[in-house]
């Protein structure tokens, strides 16, 4: 579903990728495990298509809407809730039964009873579990999931846990904590 | 309703959302565009023409669209938000519309203050001034939208807007003065409808490749 | 035919036609009954105008073209290209200005259109140069400048439109040099001067162009062996 060739990145004179080579298959679950600043991120954002290589080649084979990315910022508006902010990615991936299927999100992830607080009340912990309901709405075929339990606390570790190990789908994820997932994963890659 | 108008109308409705309830650009506007008037009745001496209170207005206009431009992507900015918006399955270009409108929305409710303020401190207005002022914010708003666009790529955004902004507001300004000030006005008001045609195609066509790389 | 003997028949070209261009216009083309010797400053002055909106053009052209493929290069092609430009374009308001001055009595006129077509599309241009320093280099930046530069070039028409009809409330507009109907002389010497302006435009493009180009191959290098 993912292959990447040579696929480099450099931000002006920083090569933060130099000639990656990469496979994921269909249904598989890849981890890339580094440490900071070998360019984990860069590489979920250039599958993404939030960031263009600067060469090399990169093969996603999966439509815009079929991808969930989960990214270091949450990507919710501060000033709507919880209940608006899923409401408005429904629309915009055009998900059938929209208000069931947020709900149900919300439910799922413990923030039914928060749904109708700004986001920007929530904890970190909240933002997190929020932001995992927004990458998991319009149930993707590939997630890409950058550091998906960082703040998260055992309980929303564990709701995270449980959907990841029924979700068939393929994923990259990018995590200093191998261990938590060696159980799911498929494959796994280092970065320098 | 069409995809792209039901993406249209969630992002501009979002914004308008945002704006009710964090309240910081409208007010700000208002009172700006308030302000600069008070400033320019004591710029001008006291037999001014009307002329001259006209173009201030043109000019107060102006700046009070750069100050609500300045902030338009600001939630996006804050919050690293363009991403998730750019990584939605909707046309990019349905990003742009949105925004536009609500920034048309700000110009005018701004408009709805300032123009009486300007028909009660100086003269009063003609019709033609308002369906200019109304055609102006259309271009404004198309061409203010993309270059926030591309001002917040940049390390100095609010710095750069207005350079990027000014150049391409000169035709406006000619426009809207000479349809507040002319025998003719009709010239003016079709050649800021054509500046509109031309500049809103432009950017609603560009600012795809101003968000993705 | 090696890039140097290309540059090299370029530039001697444009010797050639400039210096010819302007001995003809000296000396060889009748003077102006209106405005005498002074005139002859238009044989500089339009085609430096004329040559500014080609490079502009140019530029334009290589951004669609970057937006286009994608391809990097186009970035270097339509910065240098526009690059030229803002210097023809400087020039055109210097040439302008002396003219005016020598013509009636001011170092500027609002009434000039041409005039002040240029300094809205230099002010406009001068920016493309801001959004270009303040942004990282990058893609983003690339795109960024090219979707300006697109800008730029509908600004042209559009400016020139406006300043036409602000002709007829703000700034009484000054009779002056239609160039359509010039005599077959003037013609001449004009379109040598033209055809030498825009060589020097190329000349200067294409060596500007080499130098940023292997400015970016050192540097690409450097980082290699870093």
Known sequence: ?192 | MSGYAADVAALARKDLLLELRSRDTLPAMLLFVVSALTVFHFALPPDSSARAETGLLWIAIVFTALLGLTRAFAPEREDGLLDGLVLAPCDRSAIWVGKTIGVIAFLVLAELVALPAFALFFHSLSWELVAAVALADIGIAAIGTLLAAIAAASRARELLLPLLFLPLAIPVVIGGVGASVAANPGSFLGFLGLYDAVFAILSWASFEYVVTE | MSTSLRNSILSLAAAGFLVGGIALALFWAPEDADQGFSQKIFYIHVPIALTAYACFGFGAWKALRLLWTKDARYDLESYTAIHMGVIFGLLTLATGSIWAKISWGHWWTWGERQLVLFLILFLFYSSYFMLRYSTEPGPRRQRNSAVYALFGVVLIPVSFLAVRIAGTILHPTIFTHEGANLPGEMLLAFCICLAGMLALAATLYRVELAGKRIDSSLRELRELLA
């Open chain 1, 1 to 192: 579903m993912i292959r990447a060739r040579e696929l480099s990145k450099r931000f002006g004179d920083k090569r933060v990728l130099d000639g990656l080579e990469l496979e994921v298959p269909q249904g598989g679950f890849v981890l890339v495990t580094g440490p900071n600043g070998s360019g984990k991120t860069t590489l979920l954002r250039l599958c993404a298509g939030l960031a263009a290589p600067t060469s090399g080649e990169l093969d996603v084979d999966a439509p815009r809407g079929a991808i969930g990315f989960l990214a270091h910022e949450p990507l919710v508006y501060r000033e709507l809730t919880a209940l608006e902010n899923l409401d408005l990615y429904g629309r915009l991936y055009r998900i059938r039964e929209r208000r069931e299927r947020c709900g149900a999100m919300l439910e799922r992830f413990g923030l039914w009873r928060s749904r109708n607080e700004r986001a920007g009340t929530f904890s970190r912990g909240m933002l997190q579990r929020l932001a995992i309901c927004r990458t998991f709405l319009h149930d993707p075929d590939l997630l890409l999931l950058d550091e998906p339990f960082d703040g998260l606390d055992a309980e929303g570790a564990k709701m995270l846990y449980l959907k990841l190990a029924e979700h068939g789908s393929t994923a990259l994820v990018a995590t200093h904590d191998p261990k938590s997932l060696a159980i799911r994963a498929t494959a796994r890659i280092g970065l320098a």
